[in-house]
């Protein structure tokens, strides 16, 4: 990966991080960018790095080397001033549980120079209809809602936010989605971590998978490591006995479903349709393949990364 | 908001979160008032020899139990809430904000020494209008607002150091009351120990800090002699546990 030089419109800047936990080598060579109004997933397994250098970030630990800056200061020296300026969802985080959401953030919008008011955080978190409720009351999904308004108390330039819907139920993911959604377009700088791909898909302008303390492949979820250049495999099947045009090199898989992968995917499929049409043949479950971000996820991260399989890709169109 | 203005502001979150903690409310104001109904009602009805003088032992207990009251709001109060606050991750989430540590620890120096006035207020008037204990005034209530004042802190900080050693939320009141208890009776908080207690016990007693605090409180209620060097003591204790905070407190849960 080419290194990133530094830019004005870079919020988020990283060179050469490390950061090692006695013999555990948790980030090691980390290079990042995020450019004002991105909105950045850092896609990874448990125990990848992902935690410790967003950690760095924040200002929450020390690095061993390389350089960072934040909104163009140092978060190991400039701590203070960084946190009057961004927004941390962490991992597991508490609050006080005897306040109510609006006393909640009237406290923690008390900490900031110039915090944004707190109705609009409660409307713009959708949690308007809880104002006045104790945070003890709260749902999961609430919750969360609640550690973004924290985080946007501040009214702050970036906002961090460590794996936002782990161990949350699809309705309360989709409403955290929604929340960052709404900060994206409030124009807000979001660095997030998580190791769900649909996650990263609905949410990210760009993507860097990070894998034993490494970034290993970095782009948007459409062409993330190729994906949309990968050769594309073409499946579909026949009545028994039926064989097609040996020159497109089809061959039975294992269930009974032709596949073969073309190299030029337009003249195939019409060669392919053309020969149906003249038998009046219909190609069962015709589909075309190319191969998933969760696909390119597990073999970047996968301990021996093989080289890209397409072999079993899962489906891309939605049938 | 400038540091002042901005512990008030922290400090009246604090309150209205105590408040509303059923457990930290009920234990630090039932319990102090509890027990001194339950000893007096025990043992209240003889005498005991301290510093040479004979003390009606109700006038002993409110006396005692003030100093209790205080101990308790401010040590385990303090270091049990810190304990749960840290495993719930509030304690990181303050660390990511602007917030200055001094500002966060000082609002729950403030509000512990407001509410441990209050429970002097409070045991004060209840041992006063059920067995007629004596209030301090003049030099004696200004001697001990100044034993209240630093023993209150230097509880305070005592909480916030043993929070070093506490694991997880499940071992601090464990923890707590292990550290507390034996001091509280080693210390005559409970039962008077007067003048003719065994060497060990008078020695844990000279050099933990319960005694001495214990002490200067109760001077102004017993008429004992009230001893700057049990406010020093005290004092020591408390910059003693503000040093331990400083080099070993984590906002992080330990693992």
């Given at each position: 990966?080419?290194?990133?030089?530094?830019?004005?419109?870079?919020?988020?800047?990283?060179?050469?991080?490390?950061?090692?936990?006695?013999?555990?080598?948790?980030?090691?060579?980390?290079?990042?960018?995020?450019?004002?109004?991105?909105?950045?997933?850092?896609?990874?397994?448990?125990?990848?790095?992902?935690?410790?250098?967003?950690?760095?970030?924040?200002?929450?630990?020390?690095?061993?080397?390389?350089?960072?800056?934040?909104?163009?200061?140092?978060?190991?020296?400039?701590?203070?001033?960084?946190?009057?300026?961004?927004?941390?969802?962490?991992?597991?985080?508490?609050?006080?549980?005897?306040?109510?959401?609006?006393?909640?953030?009237?406290?923690?919008?008390?900490?900031?120079?110039?915090?944004?008011?707190?109705?609009?955080?409660?409307?713009?978190?959708?949690?308007?209809?809880?104002?006045?409720?104790?945070?003890?009351?709260?749902?999961?999904?609430?919750?969360?809602?609640?550690?973004?308004?924290?985080?946007?108390?501040?009214?702050?330039?970036?906002?961090?936010?460590?794996?936002?819907?782990?161990?949350?139920?699809?309705?309360?993911?989709?409403?955290?989605?929604?929340?960052?959604?709404?900060?994206?377009?409030?124009?807000?700088?979001?660095?997030?971590?998580?190791?769900?791909?649909?996650?990263?898909?609905?949410?990210?302008?760009?993507?860097?998978?990070?894998?034993?303390?490494?970034?290993?492949?970095?782009?948007?979820?459409?062409?993330?490591?190729?994906?949309?250049?990968?050769?594309?495999?073409?499946?579909?099947?026949?009545p028994e006995g039926v064989m097609p045009p040996a020159d497109?090199?089809?061959?039975?898989?294992?269930?009974?479903?032709?596949?073969?992968?073309?190299?030029?995917?337009?003249?195939?499929?019409?060669?392919?349709?053309?020969?149906?049409?003249?038998?009046?043949?219909?190609?069962?479950?015709?589909?075309?393949?190319?191969?998933?971000?969760?696909?390119?996820?597990?073999?970047?991260?996968?301990?021996?990364?093989?080289?890209?399989?397409?072999?079993?890709?899962?489906?891309?169109?939605?049938? | 908001?400038?540091?002042?203005?901005?512990?008030?502001?922290?400090?009246?979150?604090?309150?209205?979160?105590?408040?509303?903690?059923?457990?930290?409310?009920?234990?630090?104001?039932?319990?102090?008032?509890?027990?001194?109904?339950?000893?007096?009602?025990?043992?209240?009805?003889?005498?005991?020899?301290?510093?040479?003088?004979?003390?009606?032992?109700?006038?002993?207990?409110?006396?005692?139990?003030?100093?209790?009251?205080?101990?308790?709001?401010?040590?385990?109060?303090?270091?049990?809430?810190?304990?749960?606050?840290?495993?719930?991750?509030?304690?990181?989430?303050?660390?990511?904000?602007?917030?200055?540590?001094?500002?966060?620890?000082?609002?729950?120096?403030?509000?512990?020494?407001?509410?441990?006035?209050?429970?002097?207020?409070?045991?004060?008037?209840?041992?006063?209008?059920l067995y007629s204990a004596e209030v301090p005034t003049g030099?004696?209530?200004?001697?001990?607002?100044?034993?209240?004042?630093?023993?209150?802190?230097?509880?305070?900080?005592?909480?916030?150091?043993?929070?070093?050693?506490?694991?997880?939320?499940?071992?601090?009141?464990?923890?707590?009351?292990?550290?507390?208890?034996?001091?509280?009776?080693?210390?005559?908080?409970?039962?008077?120990?007067?003048?003719?207690?065994?060497?060990?016990?008078?020695?844990?007693?000279?050099?933990?800090?319960?005694?001495?605090?214990?002490?200067?409180?109760?001077?102004?209620?017993?008429?004992?002699?009230?001893?700057?060097?049990?406010?020093?003591?005290?004092?020591?204790?408390?910059?003693?546990?503000?040093?331990?905070?400083?080099?070993?407190?984590?906002?992080?849960?330990?693992?």
């Amino acid at each position: 990966m080419a290194r990133p030089t530094y830019d004005e419109s870079a919020i988020i800047e990283v060179r050469g991080l490390t950061k090692s936990y006695g013999h555990v080598r948790a980030v090691r060579g980390v290079d990042l960018q995020v450019a004002r109004g991105e909105v950045f997933a850092m896609l990874g397994p448990n125990g990848a790095g992902k935690t410790s250098t967003v950690e760095i970030l924040e200002g929450y630990r020390h690095r061993d080397a390389g350089e960072v800056r934040v909104l163009g200061l140092d978060p190991g020296k400039q701590a203070r001033l960084l946190k009057q300026q961004i927004g941390i969802v962490l991992q597991s985080t508490g609050v006080e549980q005897y306040l109510t959401v609006a006393e909640t953030l009237v406290m923690y919008s008390g900490y900031y120079p110039h915090p944004r008011p707190v109705d609009e955080v409660i409307e713009l978190v959708g949690l308007a209809a809880k104002r006045n409720v104790r945070v003890v009351k709260l749902s999961g999904g609430q919750q969360r809602r609640l550690d973004v308004a924290i985080a946007l108390a501040g009214d702050p330039e970036v906002l961090f936010l460590d794996e936002p819907t782990t161990g949350f139920d699809p309705s309360a993911r989709h409403e955290a989605w929604d929340v960052v959604k709404n900060l994206a377009a409030l124009g807000k700088t979001v660095l997030l971590t998580t190791h769900y791909m649909d996650e990263a898909q609905n949410l990210a302008d760009r993507v860097a998978v990070i894998s034993e303390g490494l970034i290993v492949a970095e782009g948007t979820p459409a062409t993330l490591a190729g994906r949309d250049s990968a050769r594309a495999t073409v499946t579909f099947t026949l009545p028994e006995g039926v064989m097609p045009p040996a020159d497109l090199g089809a061959r039975r898989s294992a269930g009974g479903v032709m596949e073969f992968a073309p190299e030029d995917l337009t003249v195939a499929l019409h060669r392919l349709t053309g020969w149906a049409l003249e038998r009046s043949l219909s190609l069962d479950s015709l589909r075309v393949l190319r191969p998933s971000l969760e696909d390119v996820y597990l073999q970047l991260t996968s301990p021996t990364r093989p080289a890209l399989q397409v072999d079993d890709p899962s489906d891309l169109s939605e049938d | 908001m400038n540091a002042a203005a901005l512990t008030f502001f922290q400090m009246r979150f604090v309150n209205k979160a105590f408040w509303r903690n059923p457990a930290s409310a009920f234990f630090t104001f039932a319990f102090p008032l509890m027990f001194l109904v339950i000893f007096t009602a025990l043992l209240g009805k003889g005498e005991v020899q301290l510093g040479g003088r004979l003390i009606h032992q109700s006038a002993y207990y409110v006396a005692s139990m003030t100093a209790f009251a205080v101990m308790t709001a401010c040590y385990n109060n303090i270091a049990i809430g810190l304990a749960f606050q840290r495993d719930a991750g509030v304690l990181k989430r303050t660390r990511g904000t602007p917030l200055p540590s001094a500002v966060f620890f000082g609002a729950k120096v403030v509000h512990a020494l407001l509410v441990a006035l209050l429970l002097v207020v409070i045991t004060v008037t209840f041992g006063h209008v059920l067995y007629s204990a004596e209030v301090p005034t003049g030099i004696s209530l200004l001697q001990f607002l100044v034993m209240l004042v630093v023993g209150a802190a230097s509880f305070c900080a005592l909480g916030f150091a043993i929070t070093t050693v506490i694991p997880n939320s499940d071992a601090a009141a464990p923890i707590v009351n292990a550290t507390i208890l034996p001091l509280l009776f080693l210390s005559g908080v409970f039962i008077p120990i007067g003048d003719n207690a065994p060497a060990w016990i008078t020695w844990v007693a000279r050099i933990f800090p319960v005694k001495h605090f214990a002490d200067g409180i109760q001077a102004g209620f017993l008429g004992t002699v009230f001893h700057w060097s049990d406010v020093l003591v005290v004092g020591l204790w408390g910059l003693g546990a503000l040093l331990v905070t400083l080099r070993f407190f984590s906002w992080e849960p330990r693992h």
